[in-house]
């Protein structure tokens, strides 16, 4: 019984990022995604892998490596994947006004 649990609450917590790494692909754009956090995350998945590994604790050791997968495809896009961010058009407009006023 502790194991299912342990299962489903791994299960649960790995979906979470699912969606957001199907957007992060497709969009090509992640960045609302800190890229400290993204490092520090995946140090802590690290770590509760040898946990599980020291421990035996199968749940924490397969939840937790699906996971890091999950979050070196988030690190993969924003590292080599994402577009580069573009000015709104509204801010390019005020530049160009602003140029044009104070260019005499």
């Known amino acids: 019984m502790i194991q299912t649990i342990g299962f489903l609450a791994g ?3 790995t979906a979470s990022f699912v969606p957001q ?5 497709r969009t090509r754009s992640t960045t609302d995604l800190s ?15 040898a946990y599980g590994i020291a421990t035996g604790q199968t749940p924490v050791v397969i939840t937790n490596v699906a996971t ?5 495809v988030l690190l993969w896009v924003k590292l080599f994947r994402s577009r580069p961010t573009r ?7 005020r530049a160009a ?6 260019a005499h």
């Open 97 to 102: 006004t602003y140029a044009d006023d104070h």
């Open 21 to 25: 790494v199907i957007k992060a692909y």
């Open 11 to 13: 299960l649960l917590t």
């Open 68 to 72: 890091f997968v999950l979050v070196l």
């Open 87 to 93: 000015q709104p058009a509204v801010d390019n407009a």
């Open 35 to 49: 890229l400290a956090m993204l490092i520090t995350f995946s140090c802590g998945l690290g770590l509760w892998i």
